[in-house]
């Protein structure tokens, strides 16, 4: 059986909020939180494939302390990155 996308949604964005760590929890949970009514089924497997990658290596993607491999998902990355340094500008 399918999983329908609001039933989705909250799983990601559970799994976003719970990272393990608080800066992740604040970086990847923040962004889903604050576009969970808008990700569609794509933007959600591009978030799973992402949140899959090892969390030492994502949070040093995401705070810019390494560069991103090929194999990861830089756009997003990006969009996660400037989301909350939109948030942080006066």
Known sequence: MTEDIETR????????????????DILIGGFVADHLATLDSALLDRLEALMDHEETDLQAWL?????VPEEADQALIDLIRDHKLGQARP
């Open 9 to 24: 949604r909250k799983r990601v964005l559970y799994r976003a909020q719970h990272r393990g760590t608080q800066e992740m």
């Open 63 to 67: 705070l810019g302390q390494r560069g």
